[in-house]
């Protein structure tokens, strides 16, 4: 079972840059697909951006396109979410989710305890 630890979020202002990772513990952490997702105050929680376990498909929701970009190290277990052109309306609560072998549109199960991120205007 792999285990995720998020990480790198923090105040920035409108247009600046974050890098969030995403540690993972375990030794299968190469057959899991990866997600970010995004929870805003009074929000359900949202997709943000997925990989899949190989590396070679991304997928992401159409706020962030062109903007985010998200990649996985699996060497070093981790996913990272580079977050460029930052808008207020980006700040949330930042969730690193996978699931085992999934496509990136799962359902997924395996949940960090996410890191904020404040974009101020």
């Known amino acids: 079972q792999v285990q995720l630890v998020e990480s790198g979020g923090g105040l920035v202002q409108a247009g600046g840059s974050l890098r969030l990772s995403c540690a993972a513990s375990g030794r299968t952490f190469s057959s899991y697909t990866m997600a970010w997702f995004r929870q805003a105050p009074g929000k359900e929680r949202e997709f943000v951006a997925g990989?899949?376990?190989?590396?070679?498909?991304?997928y992401y929701t159409d706020s962030v396109k062109g903007r985010f970009t998200i990649s996985r190290d699996n060497a070093k277990k981790t996913v990272y979410l580079q977050m460029n052109s930052l808008k207020p309306e980006d700040t949330a609560v930042y969730y690193c989710a996978a699931r085992f072998r999934a496509t990136i549109t799962t359902q997924y199960d395996l949940w960090g305890q996410g890191t904020q991120v404040t974009v101020s205007s």
């Open positions: 990989i899949s376990w190989s590396g070679g498909n991304t």
